[in-house]
């Protein structure tokens, strides 16, 4: 039998005890979760004894010295995804990074020079990915199925869903806020079916009307409005250097009838799709069809993370490629970082390479 590989989790906050950890333990067979850090070292002692791991640490940096470490999950806050990445990738660690993949894309430029310098595998934690109906589109997509993809709605929508917990309300510490946490999920499900062509442009605006309000019915309780000073919504128009569009929405509270809709729908030139539940568009040439495939195995949120991780340890087992490329993950946070220009700006923000 192989030797296991030994994990090292960086943040020991709620994406830690309820995905990352969990997910490891699942494959205790091919990996062992043998350290974790935290800022608040006795948060980190809890968390060690909990789940039963060895050894605990106030500075990440103690972790990343011990050579039994092979990998390595970031579930710190967004701030300071890029110095824990950049220290583990140098310290000859693979890292599987939380999303988004850092504050901007300056920082997540960084992270993959790191991982190319150290020839250590890099991936972020896209786990929408993971969805039984997410595979089977792709696969259809890539065999050409819906032809040349040119156009896509992009929904990740809650009517009322701040969160109350952590440090979200803060751009200092989380970069900004719908638009960078769950904007990003579906940004990078949607940029990936589509094939990841390079963004050239985006024109929206983010908003921050009922985040700020203190008089609001929220789902996870009272949130922070005093210190509120990111998005609760995002609405943009993304262009890609092939043609393509991408119609893009997003908020945490918005004033929508449903109170949670996530929704993607594709327009290729020989079909389209709609991912939510999964459906397929097309004509025949004598009468138009919709099929809907399935039934399918329904994953939740943290059997999606489970999927995840066991495929990144495969691909450090095996020398594979990870699912989430760092390059793709980039690109997602390009679009997020010319979203907020074209919001500061009131016009059209150009991406650059």
Same mark, same amino acid.
């Given at each position: 039998?192989?030797?296991?590989?030994?994990?090292?989790?960086?943040?020991?906050? !709620?994406?830690?005890?309820?995905?990352?950890?969990?997910?490891?333990?699942?494959?205790?067979?091919?990996?062992?979760?043998?350290?974790?850090?935290?800022?608040?070292?006795?948060? $980190?002692?809890?968390?060690?004894?909990?789940?039963?791991?060895?050894?605990?640490?106030?500075?990440?940096?103690?972790?990343?010295?011990?050579?039994?470490?092979?990998?390595?999950?970031?579930?710190?806050?967004?701030?300071?995804?890029?110095?824990? $990445?950049?220290?583990?990738?140098?310290?000859?660690?693979?890292?599987?990074?939380?999303?988004?993949?850092?504050?901007?894309?300056?920082?997540?430029?960084?992270?993959?020079?790191?991982?190319?310098?150290?020839?250590? =595998?890099?991936?972020?934690?896209?786990? @929408?990915?993971? @969805?039984?109906?997410?595979?089977?589109?792709? !696969? =259809?997509?890539?065999?050409?199925?819906?032809?040349?993809?040119?156009?896509?709605?992009?929904?990740?929508?809650?009517?009322?869903?701040?969160?109350?917990?952590?440090?979200?309300? !803060?751009?200092?510490?989380?970069?900004?806020?719908?638009?960078?946490?769950?904007?990003?999920?579906?940004?990078?499900?949607?940029?990936?079916?589509?094939?990841?062509?390079?963004?050239?442009?985006?024109?929206?605006?983010?908003?921050?009307?009922?985040?700020?309000?203190?008089?609001?019915?929220?789902?996870?309780?009272?949130?922070?409005?005093?210190?509120?000073?990111?998005?609760?919504?995002?609405?943009?128009?993304?262009?890609?250097?092939?043609?393509?569009?991408?119609?893009?929405?997003?908020?945490?509270?918005?004033?929508?009838?449903?109170? $949670?809709?996530?929704?993607?729908?594709?327009?290729?030139?020989?079909?389209?799709?709609?991912?939510?539940?999964?459906?397929?568009?097309?004509?025949?040439?004598?009468?138009?069809?919709?099929?809907?495939?399935?039934?399918?195995?329904?994953?939740?949120?943290?059997?999606?993370?489970?999927?995840?991780?066991?495929?990144?340890?495969?691909?450090?087992?095996?020398?594979?490629?990870?699912?989430?490329?760092?390059?793709?993950?980039?690109?997602?946070?390009?679009?997020?970082? $010319?979203?907020?220009?074209? @919001?500061?700006?009131?016009?059209?923000?150009?991406?650059?390479?």
């Amino acid at each position: 039998m192989a030797e296991k590989l030994g994990v090292g989790i960086i943040g020991v906050g !709620s994406i830690a005890t309820m995905c990352h950890i969990p997910g490891y333990q699942a494959i205790a067979d091919r990996v062992e979760v043998r350290a974790v850090a935290d800022v608040v070292e006795e948060r $980190a002692r809890e968390v060690a004894a909990e789940f039963s791991v060895p050894r605990a640490f106030a500075d990440y940096r103690q972790l990343l010295e011990l050579p039994e470490i092979d990998l390595v999950s970031v579930c710190v806050p967004p701030f300071a995804h890029r110095d824990c $990445a950049v220290d583990a990738l140098g310290a000859g660690k693979h890292v599987l990074c939380e999303k988004p993949m850092a504050m901007n894309s300056a920082e997540a430029g960084e992270m993959i020079a790191a991982a190319e310098s150290a020839g250590k =595998k890099l991936s972020v934690q896209f786990q @929408t990915r993971q @969805t039984p109906q997410a595979r089977l589109l792709k !696969s =259809k997509i890539e065999q050409g199925e819906l032809g040349r993809i040119y156009f896509a709605r992009a929904q990740y929508l809650r009517r009322r869903g701040i969160p109350s917990w952590g440090m979200f309300h !803060s751009r200092a510490h989380n970069g900004g806020g719908a638009l960078i946490d769950v904007g990003v999920h579906i940004l990078d499900l949607t940029m990936w079916l589509m094939g990841s062509p390079k963004p050239v442009a985006a024109f929206g605006s983010t908003f921050d009307y009922l985040g700020r309000r203190d008089d609001i019915w929220n789902s996870f309780g009272p949130h922070n409005h005093a210190e509120f000073d990111v998005d609760d919504s995002a609405f943009a128009c993304v262009k890609f250097d092939n043609g393509a569009i991408v119609n893009f929405e997003c908020s945490w509270a918005a004033n929508f009838q449903a109170r $949670a809709q996530q929704q993607l729908t594709i327009a290729g030139d020989r079909g389209g799709a709609q991912v939510f539940p999964l459906k397929l568009f097309g004509d025949d040439g004598d009468a138009l069809y919709d099929i809907e495939p399935g039934p399918f195995e329904e994953l939740d949120y943290k059997a999606q993370h489970r999927a995840a991780i066991d495929r990144f340890v495969d691909a450090v087992e095996n020398d594979r490629p990870v699912l989430v490329e760092p390059q793709q993950a980039r690109a997602v946070t390009q679009v997020i970082d $010319a979203i907020y220009e074209s @919001t500061e700006s009131g016009g059209l923000a150009r991406i650059g390479p």
